[in-house]
Structures are given as structure tokens and as C-alpha cells.
């Protein structure tokens, strides 16, 4: 894993906008493997700064979510439907994009369709990943094995109060997931991780210098043959 230590978060977050311009530049056709939570904000805007310039054209470029809530609406401003409509797809020209059914009444199925979907588009080319507190990537929580393919998932207390934030206080925070496995993602061709603040650097430092072990699945990451880390000093304070 290459690691790539930044002063601020603004400046993790163009380094990494940069390296999906890269992708879609050499090749419009890209499948762009996209992520939710905070982290990806300050990226996803610059690259609409970027489209808005001219300098962007996402319109060959198909993307795939990591991960989805299961059992709120869409339409929900908390779903991860929402928050890509919000913080990226209205503002480039994507030709698809795809996110995990959390509504479907056969999940089983709708996790096997969305690894053909993944598969038909050829795999992913370039993979956004956050890094959650307890070292998670999209929604794979810590566990005594590595998951494969897309899953449902079962949200740790840690994640769900870490969710909180989004959720207006009278709302119940989802306890269940959709997501991506660990294997699709260590698939993906190259992938982009992104660390900011104080609250990631015992997850970070997990991810690099920790044994690589489902009970940490960032970890995984060691042994991907295309993985780039960039975080800001905050996160990267143990390296
Ligand atoms: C959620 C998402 C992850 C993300 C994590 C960290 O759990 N499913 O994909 O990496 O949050 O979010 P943040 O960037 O807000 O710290």
C-alpha cells in the first residue's frame, strides 16, 4: 500500500478528485467505484468543479455504490440514494450509476444482481473507500472472516452511533446494510482510500502496520496490488 500523507483534508480531497480525473481521461469508459460518508464530499465536488470547467466528461463513465441502507426509502434524505443524487450526481453527466437495492423483498437476489451487474460492466476500474472508526470499508464491519461477494450486513453499535450524525434525532439509525464484499473490492483494478481527522488513526494505523485480519478489514489493503492511502496528519498521527 502507498501512503500518501497530506497537511489538510482539502488537500486529500483534490489528490484524490486528481486521481479520478486521471481514470476518466485515459479511459471515458471507466467504472468508477464510489463511496458515501463524509470523506468523499470535498472529492465529489471538486470533480463537479472540474465538469463545470469543461475539463471533465463523465459521459462513457458507469459507476457502482459501495453500500446501501436496508429498509429506508430512497427517497429518504438519509439514504445513500440521496446523499450521491445530492452530493455528486446532479452535477456531472455519468452515463449510469448503480447503488445496492436496500428496499429489495428478495435480498439474496439483489445482492447476486448487483455482483453480475459489476461483473457485466467488466469490474471496477477505480474504487473510492472511506475507513470507518473501527476500521470497516463500505459496510464491511470487523468479523472473524472476510466477506466476499455483495451481503447483507448487520450494523456494529460503533457504526450505527457513528451514522447518528446524519439522522434527525427522532429517527431510528439503520441497523442493517447492503454492501459490496471485501473480495469485489480487492477485485477492483486500483483502489483509493482516504483518511481524514483524529477520530480515523487508530483504523488507519490498523490498515498499514497492523496483521492483516477480518477483525480490521481495511487491513485487507496490504495485500492489494494497486492500493493507494491518502489521508491528512490527523489520521496519519501513528504512522
Ligand atoms: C459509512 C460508509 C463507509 C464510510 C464510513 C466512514 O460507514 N458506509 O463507506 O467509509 O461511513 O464515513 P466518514 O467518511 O463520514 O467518516
Known sequence: M???VFESPEQVSTACAMLFASQVISNPRAVLGLATGSSPIGTYQQLINWYNEDILDFSEATSFN?????????????????????????GINLKASYLPDGNSKDMRGACRNYDKAIKKAGGIDLQLLGIGRNGHIGFNEPSDAFSFGTQVVTLTPSTIDANRRFFDEHEEVPSMAISMGVGTIMASRRVVMIAMGDDKQDAVYGAVKGPVTPHLPASILQMHQDCILLCDRKAAAQL
Open 66 to 90: 459501495l453500500d446501501e441502507y436496508v429498509g429506508i426509502p430512497e427517497s429518504n434524505e438519509c439514504s445513500y440514494h440521496c446523499f450521491m443524487q445530492n452530493q455528486l450526481f446532479h
Open 2 to 4: 502507498v501512503v500518501r
